[in-house]
């Protein structure tokens, strides 16, 4: 594993009968970066994130976090990940705070580290009022306290500014950019939302029918792009490309 690489794929492919959600992925996701994940629905991108987190194990293939061998070391790489996957759970009849608290003793962190996560997005005026009153988007950043809760150096995002407005998405993608240089945490983020992506990640990878179409820079991928004929105008337009171009190979393929 490169010393710069705090999560590495070999091969890491999932499959379901004879269903594959996940091909041969090979992903190399740099120490201190944001990492964008992306894909069309059922590009396998959830899937990869769940073995990441033990939620369900590879078929063929490994991965490596921090060095670390999944399964002979999961419980000591799931102590390094924060992680906010799909719409987060929580005790309708408990506060904001409250759910909190039973994340932060069961992880064994110090009382402030509620308040810290609560402020860190923006929910502190709003902490006594019960879960279930809470917004969609007031849930969404509950679930990001959550993964954030005692600065995990990992956090794996899965569309987190899902059900946000305009003003909360800004919020969000600030906040998460932010938090590398803040924390010294490497973010590992999927979204549908390309022109936040675009902002916010350092890196991205590609997937389409669980298949890595591209892995690099915004620069890298312009690049390769242009190479390919396919337009640059924005990372929209090149992706939508990028899975046109690849489907309709697919289909020749088929």
């Known amino acids: 594993m490169s010393s710069t690489n705090i999560i590495e794929t070999k091969n890491l492919t999932k499959t379901y009968g004879d269903f594959t959600a996940v091909s041969n992925l090979n992903l190399h996701i740099r120490k201190g970066s944001v990492y964008g994940f992306l894909g069309p629905n059922g590009a396998g991108k959830s899937t990869t994130m769940k073995m990441f987190l033990g939620l369900t194990s590879p078929t063929e293939g490994f991965f490596q976090i921090e060095g670390k061998t999944y399964p ?12 906010f996957i799909e719409a987060p759970a929580f005790y309708g009849n408990l506060t904001g705070e409250e759910n909190l608290e039973i ?19 923006g929910l502190t005026q709003y902490k ?14 509950l679930g990001l306290a959550g993964a954030l ?7 794996i995002l899965d569309e987190p ?15 998460v950019r932010s938090l590398p240089e803040k924390y010294d945490c490497t973010v590992l983020v ?12 350092d890196d991205i990878g590609i997937l389409n029918h669980g298949r890595l179409l591209f892995e690099g820079t915004l ?11 396919l337009p640059t105008f924005n990372l929209e337009e090149t992706f939508l490309a990028m899975i046109d171009d690849d489907n309709r190979n697919r289909g020749e393929r088929i």
């Open 103 to 121: 994340i932060r003793r069961i992880l064994g962190l110090p009382r402030s580290a509620v308040a810290d996560a609560l402020e860190l997005v």
């Open 190 to 201: 999927s979204s549908h939302l390309l022109p936040e992506v675009e902002l916010m990640a």
């Open 161 to 175: 500014t899902n059900g946000l407005d305009p003003v909360g998405i800004h919020e969000i993608r600030t906040l």
């Open 219 to 229: 620069e890298e991928l312009e690049k390769s792009a242009q190479a390919a004929g």
């Open 149 to 155: 809760i005692g600065h995990p150096p990992i956090l």
């Open 72 to 83: 002979k070391d999961r419980i000591s790489i799931l102590r390094d990940i924060g992680s």
């Open 128 to 141: 006594k009022r019960l879960a279930k009153k809470y917004s969609l988007g007031m849930k969404q950043r």
